[in-house]
């Protein structure tokens, strides 16, 4: 008789980036175990039976669903954001919540920015209600750096045009922070037309930006958080707690060239790879 599976890894979309997420935890939690089956991927409807010892939670809708409705068991959030995770927990202190957060460190996007573009020190943010509570860190982390922070506050979807104006005029490079009121399907690429008339690159937070349009993205693949998130997973199932929410810890560089070209920023094609190397060569000094 099979062993009942030690984690359940849900699933809010069974394709695309959950499930590659997924399968690169799988194979982490697998890759010292006791073997195959450890694990038992499914969309979070389609889980049941009885409780595992864990429960990672792909996507918002399936963190947010285990949570209402799952087994009262450690949960490990990824590919959401801080202020989504925070948000979904809260009032949830029943069991150990933890995440590998979709968030790039602040201190990272800064240097990436450094490496990437020298000369340019006014950085403009606009913070919107799900994303505010990072202003400090972002403050920090500028000033730290050696920059200037350009601060856009918006409330409301009917704000942002003009406060976007505001920071454009007042910064030298724009910074996309996630945030749904400011940064959306609808917005997006308005955001990214009044940056390059303004010749103001934007740097943004997944590749999808450095295809529509970004100057570069510093993000992580569904496959680095979902591997990070089997490395938790295996620390928990030797006996120790289910560790803090955590940034990614690898993560890639994506360039535009095109974008680098009409901007005339000095970036090429093959870039990518070294500001990799010289990202992690400054994280990992003391």
Known sequence: ?????????????????????????????????????????????????????????????ALSGMLASGPRVPLLAVL?????????????????????????????????????????RRVGVVFGPESRWQEPAYQRAATDAGLTLVVGRVSAPDDLARTLQRTLDDCDVLLAVADSVVFNNASVQNILTAAYRQRVPLVGFSPSYVKAGALLAVYSSPTQVGRQAGEMARVFLSGRPLQSPQAPHDFVVGINAEVARSLGVPLRPGDEAALVQQLRAAERKP
């Open 80 to 120: 959401v954001p801080e202020w989504a995770f925070q948000r979904s927990v809260a009032g949830f202190n029943d069991r150990s919540n933890s995440a590998v957060l979709l968030d790039q460190p602040p201190a990272r996007q800064f240097a990436a920015l450094r490496l990437a573009l020298p000369d340019r």
């Open 1 to 61: 008789m099979a062993a009942e599976p030690l984690v359940w890894v849900a699933l809010s979309d069974a394709g695309g980036a959950h499930a590659e997420a997924a399968e690169a935890a799988e194979a982490e939690i697998e890759r010292t175990g006791a073997g195959q089956g450890d694990a038992l991927i499914r969309p979070w409807r389609e889980l049941s039976g009885p409780p595992p010892r864990l429960i990672i939670a792909v996507g918002g809708q």
